[in-house]
């Protein structure tokens, strides 16, 4: 175990890493979970100091330390970091701004018709929503103390929170010749185009056989759940990674997890009680279950990853009515 140790370059001509003090070590496998960073603003006033990125423990704490009731926090970016950071800083008693360029928070994975339950939800808890507008800079004499919108609304500000996404750090892998694609392109045993070099984590994007397609999944899961089936690769045990894409988010009293990758989608369609909270929504591509996500709902997870799994046309009537249990769709 070599802590507070840098590798500087991967060699796999000779499959050895360098250290940053100069020493080399050699390998037989060699795995690469190096994660991702945040992407950080490139706008007038982005180095004032109270603006913050959250990637780790150090970052939360300091950001706990800060939001308290009598300084206005305003976040950058509705994603799931973004509004969850705004959710937290809401319960703690902050005054909150969430800034988002989407009509919406979490459009990207969600779509519209639920990111608006999202965007409800943060209207109710007095969130101040700044959406379908951009950043323009960020002023202060020695920190942040307004953000500047792209329509020109100044929003009052002590504690600023970036939350634009985050990029895989393939620095390493770049050098030593990886094929890349928005992270390492890995095949399904999580090995990437060099011999003997897998990934796995926040910095894999991952061929999952059921979707035909490299799926680099950004939450915690992914790393849990790769990093076993790489090590049993890396020592010629030929497993393939296929569970089913899973993260979860927690917001107030809303929370979800989400099953599946539904990149594209015909349409969704919404299962139970929306005005509560408690409702599966499901993503259909092509008359099949691409993706779901259960709200406030807790013991359907098995069944709606059955769903996913079975790959089969389903009758949208049949998904919608509660009183037809998601197991016999299955079978």
Known sequence: MRTSTAVTVIDPTVSEIELSGGERLSYNRLLIATGAS????????????GIHYLRNVADADA??????????????????????????????GAEVALVELEPVPL????GEEVGKIYRDLHAECEVKLHFGVGIESIRGTNKAEEVILSNGTTIATGVVVVSVGVAPRTELAQVAGLALDNGIVAEEYLASSVPGIFAAGDVANVLHPAYGQGIPLEHWSAALDQGPVAAKNMLGQNVAYHKVPFFYSDQYELGMGYRGWAPSFDEVVLRGDVTRRELIAFWMHHGKVAAAMNANIWDQGDSIEALIS?????????????????ANLVS
Request: proline fraction near 3%; avoid cysteine.
């Open 107 to 110: 459009k990207r994975v969600l």
């Open 38 to 49: 945040p992407k950080r603003l490139s706008i007038a006033g982005s180095e004032l100091a």
């Open 310 to 326: 079975a790959g089969r046309l389903i009758d949208t009537g049949r998904l919608v009515d509660s009183d037809i249990d998601l």
């Open 63 to 92: 950001l706990r330390q800060v939001i308290n009731t009598a300084i206005p926090v305003v976040v950058i970016g509705a994603g799931w970091i973004g509004a969850e950071v705004a959710a937290s800083a809401r319960q703690l």
